[in-house]
């Protein structure tokens, strides 16, 4: 064996002297949304070494820092190593250890009371952010408990990726992404792959974020090959100095710049015609709605110059070809399903749809439905259906269009009883408290009016000691076997170690399953039931034990699906919607007296909206700007994640900040009518003078966990500052990244009771 093959070998596992070496793949928890393929190095059943997989050709060996450091996850001292009981008040952070057959003795007992005495959908099943829970907690939900409600752990208009998905699903009928070969599994060499010329980064800073499996440094790869950008952010990112032009919106405004690109480029008969014409229906109706977007009105309302706006809307049209990278930001406002659909249709107007190089439609990995509908029609009546919350406001969640019930309307039934009481949460790896639950405060006060709550983490976290009865230990990526299709390639990851009574997810739910509808569950290990999920392909012929010892499955990606009659189910050429094509205008939003185009609507609060309001607070908030460190509110128990980000940030204008005597690290409290919160001052001379960006998911484990400290999980929360149910009318979208607030410098005197402690013990805000 040369050395090159022993350096880079592409067995499973091997042995290295006294270390085994797997093959595998990591994701979550803890983790981000990618999938990127690493070396384990393990040692008595201890993995003492990782690195990233060369072989692995969705990150070509690349990982970052908290890939890196997930040894120090795996065997850090606060871990969960077994169940436990609450045996204090809910807050008291008094618990007892218990075995496993008593924890499923305990859940069966209150599973069966609550369903008896309320009904099934009395109970709702949570998951965090997307990754590998997006089928198990549906499957256990809806075959387990007999519930239609399943969501997402209170993110308000489920303000992630949801709005984008929604739209992109009624007027494409498929996801699109950018491609940047990573559907190849020889990348670059591809001989159909082209780089783009131009890729429109927009509402996301991907080398941070990697999100919605898209790995930031893919857009490095493609800027080294020539490709040139075009960042909308109201920050100056990394990718924001190296792009042609940087749009410097104003935070929720994504719709309004996106009518006006649309603007210039149909004015200037700057789009494909032929595309347009062959392959889109209502381009006449779209033409007559952006001219109410000037451009000069669009400069007004966005703060991005108006040549800017011009020059970059030709810029990206005359591209050959263009895509476009988006994200968080755009689904985070009101006006998040009609922000979507702007700007998926700057690229669609220009024919950069399912094109080398441009955006392409894609679906799960050889179609093995992994999402949050597992077992939704399989295992519930059409009445129990019916009973989803949300479904009786919103006409997108009542025809299918996103299969979970919505947030707001969860939280609303919780506090109210309407439509029926809500008696039972399952959090399964999911914070609400620190992250998700846009008003925390509100929150918490509604997650303890229940009779009885399950948690499933890793750690114990401010929203188990809040709220729950029992806590369960889940085992992390490498304790736990697994796969993703989201999207391609179909991955792997293998269980190789254990860590005390740790469970991986698909375990805990089989096992939940099995004591509550044992007709439902009749799978005996994880395996078992992860080939069940393998069957439901038509195409995909092989069952996990293949899969592990692959790691990666790749199949080969046809552009052009639309020309092939492979996106519609009758094999006919064209699209999966009503009319056969990509609709610019919605006939389904139409039908559901919903507009059928874009438009801008401004944030709930604004200087425009509230100008009032907006005297007093005088800033725009965005909140949930990523790092380096943290996926969320994961890492914050990790010395080394810590050094390198101690404490929470928030970005403010250099200039304003030493008018206010502001300097940098300066504790400070920012506030508005909702609440307020304590970060340490970033100096930006880049940002506007009108705009701060605060850091979200912030608690601190090394506090006290009780209440009133609880972590200290309301002092530094930025969603102490948002609002639950300010929602668009699809229910989609929600103003977490644009709301107003002000800032002024923490003193003693001003933070004497810190908000942990007001939230807790003095009635909130």
Known sequence: MSTYDELYRKEWQWQEGDLTVTRSMQWSGPGCHNGCGLLYYTKDNKIVKIEGDPNSPYNQGRLCMRCLNLTESLEHKDRLKWPLKRIGERGENKWQRISWNEALDIIEANVRKIQKEYGPESICGMVGTGRNICWQVPLLTYAGFGSPNFGYSFLSGDSCFSPRAAFIAVTHGDFSVCDCSQFHEDRYDNPEYKVPEVILIWGNNPIHSNSDDFLGHWIVELMKRGTRLIVVDPKLTWLAGRAEYWLQLRPGTDAALGLGMLNVIINENLYDQEFVEKWTYGFEELAERVRQYPVDKVAEITWVPKEQIEEAARFFAQAKPGAIQWGLKVDQSVAGVPAAQAIATIGAICGFIDIPGSNIYIRDAYDILSSYGTGYEEFLSPEMRAKR????????????????????????????????????????????????????????????????????????????????????????????????????????????????????????????????????????????????????????????????????????????????????????????????????????????????????????????????????????????????????????????????????????????????????????????????????????????????????????????????????????????????CQNGPTGYGAPYANTICKVYKATEENSLDLPSLVVTRKGGF
């Open 389 to 724: 919350l949300g479904d009786e406001k919103y006409p997108l969640k009542r025809m299918g269009v996103g299969p979970t019930a919505h947030a707001d309307s969860v939280l609303v039934a919780l506090e109210t009883g309407k439509p029926y009481p809500v008696k039972m949460l399952w959090i399964q790896t999911s914070n609400p408290i620190a992250n998700m639950g846009a008003d925390a405060p509100r929150l918490y006060k509604a997650i303890r009016t229940t009779d009885f709550n399950v948690v499933v983490d890793l750690y114990m976290t401010p929203t188990a000691v809040a709220c729950a009865d029992l806590v369960l230990p889940a085992g992390m990526s490498p304790e736990r076997n697994g796969y993703k299709t989201w999207w391609h390639p179909l991955r792997s990851t293998s269980k190789i170690v254990q860590y005390y009574e740790c469970k991986s997810d698909e375990q805990i739910v089989l096992e939940v399953g099995k004591r509550l509808a044992p007709q439902n569950f009749p799978w005996e290990t994880d395996i078992d039931l992860i080939n069940w999920m393998f069957s439901r392909s038509a195409t995909y012929k092989e069952d996990f034990q293949t899969l592990q010892q692959k790691v990666t499955d790749y199949q080969k990606y046809e552009y052009k699906k639309y020309e092939k009659g492979l996106l519609r189910f009758d094999g006919e050429t064209g699209f999966n919607t009503p009319t056969g094509k990509l609709e610019l205008y919605s006939t389904l939003f139409a039908e559901w007296g919903l507009d059928p185009l874009p438009y801008f609507e401004e944030p709930p609060y604004s200087p425009v909206s509230t100008p009032l309001k907006s005297k007093e607070y005088p800033f725009i908030l965005t909140t949930g700007a990523r790092s380096l460190e943290f996926f969320h509110s994961e890492h914050r128990q990790l010395k080394t994640m810590r050094e390198f980000h101690p404490d929470p940030l928030f970005d403010i204008n250099s200039e304003i900040a030493a008018e206010m005597g502001i300097q940098e690290g300066d504790w400070c409290w920012l506030e508005n009518h909702n609440g307020r919160c304590r970060q340490r001052a970033h100096l930006d001379p880049a940002l506007s003078r009108k705009v701060i960006r605060a850091e979200h998911g912030w608690w601190f484990p090394e506090m006290e966990g009780s209440e009133p400290a609880l972590f200290g999980v309301f002092d530094s929360n930025s969603n102490n500052l948002t609002e639950q």
